[in-house]
């Protein structure tokens, strides 16, 4: 089983950027391809990024791709997501967690998340 401890989100205008940041502990994260994913008020949890265990490999939805970027630094146990170029519709709370199956489905239970608000 994998913790994870989601931080780093705030209140932005449009167009700042923010950097999130998962600590994860109980496995052997350098193994575990890692994945970000948020829920905006009313809607569905939604995939946003993932990258592969050794770092080789990302993937991004459609709608981040050319403004966030997923890091990881398997030392600390932490994946990151910078997010650049923030739009209101970024607005949601920011989960990571590790994935089962390439490059977008998550397993295990989900942390208490991070809220991230972009205001116009």
Same mark, same amino acid.
């Given at each position: 089983?994998?913790?994870?401890?989601?931080?780093? #989100?705030?209140?932005? *205008? @449009?167009? /700042?950027?923010? +950097?999130?940041?998962? =600590? !994860?502990?109980?496995?052997?994260?350098? %193994?575990?391809?890692? #994945?970000?994913?948020? *829920? @905006?008020? /009313?809607?569905? +949890?939604?995939?946003? =990024? !993932?990258?592969?265990?050794?770092?080789? %490999?990302?993937?991004?939805?459609?709608?981040?791709?050319?403004?966030?970027?997923?890091?990881?630094?398997? =030392?600390?146990?932490?994946?990151?997501?910078?997010?650049?170029?923030?739009?209101?519709?970024?607005?949601?709370?920011?989960?990571?967690?590790?994935?089962?199956?390439?490059?977008?489905?998550?397993?295990?239970?989900?942390?208490?998340?991070?809220?991230?608000?972009?205001?116009?």
């Amino acid at each position: 089983q994998v913790q994870l401890v989601e931080s780093g #989100g705030g209140l932005v *205008q @449009a167009g /700042g950027s923010l +950097r999130l940041s998962c =600590a !994860a502990s109980g496995r052997t994260f350098s %193994s575990l391809a890692m #994945g970000w994913f948020r *829920q @905006a008020p /009313g809607k569905e +949890r939604e995939f946003v =990024a !993932a990258m592969w265990w050794s770092g080789t %490999s990302t993937y991004y939805t459609d709608s981040v791709k050319g403004r966030f970027t997923i890091s990881r630094d398997n =030392a600390k146990n932490t994946v990151y997501l910078q997010m650049n170029r923030l739009k209101p519709e970024d607005t949601a709370v920011y989960y990571c967690n590790a994935l089962t199956h390439w490059p977008d489905s998550p397993f295990g239970s989900w942390g208490q998340g991070t809220q991230v608000t972009v205001s116009s």
